[in-house]
T-cell receptor, first 114, second 120 residues
Framework: AQSVSQHNHHVILSEAASLELGCNYS??????LFWYVQYPGQHLQLLLK??????LVKGIKGFEAEFIKSKFSFNLRKPSVQWSDTAEYFC????????????FGSGTRLQVQP | DARVTQTPRHKVTEMGQEVTMRCQPI?????VFWYRQTMMQGLELLAY????????DSGMPKDRFSAEMPDATLATLKIQPSEPRDSAVYFC??????????????????FGDGTRLSIL
């Protein structure tokens, strides 16, 4: 069955540290890829998305992600995190099957210490 | 900015009671999704609708859950009877799906604030 894996469940960083959150999926067909963020007490927001073209995509708030098709990965990066980046991050994959919904990873809780 | 609106924001009730959650999708969006978020399972898709028709509700316990879209501006998710294991945050999302073909090329979904449900 198709699945999305986020191996880092809880990440703790100091401000100004670099961030990379892993996301891998298991599906050999065409995909759309997303990263969503959920700040404490708030709803999910779209950070960035990949549909086609340049595999390095830039999103809001200085985040970027790189699609590596051969590795079935879509890792999220930020060169220098801020305390305000403390949130839960979800990777999501939309697969070109008949089931037109997103498959989410289990999420990564990021805690940035001042 | 257009937003997906969910009501109520919080609901606490006793087991066995009926629970109804409502969602107003963004005007013009033709696809509505219901998700459930729990600590154990993360985000799970319960059901989704395209042009008000249910396309997939395989993630939903059929014996107690039901999802409907009585019109294009309202989606409902009902639980009857509710059980403590239903306690979770329920998210509604809407999106603009492709009219022709589509496959993987739908636009991103916009999420509501969620309904935090506690069944005692």
């Amino acid at each position: 069955a198709q699945s999305v894996s986020q191996h880092n469940h809880h990440v703790i960083l100091s401000e100004a540290a670099s961030l990379e959150l892993g996301c891998n999926y298991s599906y050999g067909g065409t995909v759309n890829l997303f990263w969503y963020v959920q700040y404490p007490g708030q709803h999910l927001q779209l950070l960035l998305k990949y549909f086609s073209g340049d595999p390095l995509v830039k999103g809001i708030k200085g985040f970027e992600a790189e699609f590596i098709k051969s590795k079935f990965s879509f890792n999220l990066r930020k060169p220098s995190v801020q305390w305000s980046d403390t949130a839960e991050y979800f990777c999501a994959v939309k697969m070109d099957t008949g089931r037109r919904a997103l498959t989410f990873g289990s999420g990564t809780r990021l805690q940035v210490q001042p | 900015d257009a937003r997906v609106t969910q009501t109520p924001r919080h609901k606490v009730t006793e087991m066995g009671q009926e629970v109804t959650m409502r969602c107003q999708p963004i005007l013009g969006h033709n696809t509505v999704f219901w998700y459930r978020q729990t600590m154990m399972q993360g985000l799970e898709l319960l059901a989704y609708f395209r042009n008000r028709a249910p396309l997939d509700d395989s993630g939903m316990p059929k014996d107690r859950f039901s999802a409907e879209m009585p019109d294009a501006t309202l989606a409902t998710l009902k639980i009857q009877p509710s059980e403590p294991r239903d306690s979770a945050v329920y998210f509604c999302a809407s999106g603009l799906g492709s009219i022709v073909g589509g496959g993987a090329w739908d636009q991103p979904q916009h999420f509501g604030d969620g309904t935090r449900l506690s069944i005692l």
